[in-house]
């Protein structure tokens, strides 16, 4: 994936799965999304 040009969209950013997802790709384009704001504030 050439992810240099496509933004990671990662959905239950703020659980286990997702959030591990979003550090591994923490310098990529990322969109974080879960169904609490307040839990995605913390995970980030």
């Known amino acids: 994936m050439d992810?240099?040009?496509?933004?990671?969209?990662?959905?239950?950013?703020?659980g286990g799965i997702g959030s591990t997802?979003?550090?591994?790709?923490k310098n990529k384009k990322l969109i974080?999304?879960?169904?609490s704001q307040d839990l995605v504030d913390r995970a980030v």
Request: aromatic letters at 10%.
């Open 3 to 14: 992810s240099q040009k496509n933004v990671i969209v990662v959905t239950g950013g703020a």
């Open 21 to 25: 997802c979003a550090k591994t790709f």
């Open 32 to 35: 974080i999304t879960d169904y």
